[in-house]
């Protein structure tokens, strides 16, 4: 039992909505109780100014994990030069690039 644990789709977007809320909510937190009152006396203003500091951070790692939990699977590979290609699995026929390519098929 040497194999590597996949997440599904859904699970990478599961943990990725868990880890933007948590990043809203710590970041509210700090910001509203142990950084903000040193400048901010007044409570109101200071749980505005954390809020949308929470939501500033929240953003970023929703980027983040959308990034991570949209991205390719281990399967696929992706092309990273000019005439170069990107296949999903086994190719059982020609794949070729390039202008002029010449196609030799031996059995």
Do not use: H, Y
Not at 57 to 62: F, I, R, S, T
Not at 68 to 84: F, K, L, R
Not at 96 to 101: C, E, P, Q
Request: proline content about 1%; hydrophobic content about 50%.
């Amino acid at each position: 039992m040497g194999g590597v644990a996949r997440m599904s789709r859904a699970g990478r977007w599961l943990v990725a909505v868990v880890v933007t809320m948590a990043a809203f909510g710590v970041s509210l937190w700090v910001c509203g109780v142990l950084l903000l009152p040193l400048w901010l006396k007044s409570g109101a203003d200071r749980w505005v100014v954390a809020a949308g500091l929470g939501v500033a951070v929240a953003a970023l790692a929703a980027l983040g994990c959308a990034s991570w939990a949209d991205g390719q699977s281990e399967d696929s590979s992706s092309g990273s030069g000019e005439g170069s290609i990107s296949a999903g699995g086994d190719i059982s026929g020609i794949a070729s690039t390039g202008d002029g390519t010449t196609n030799i098929q031996q059995k």
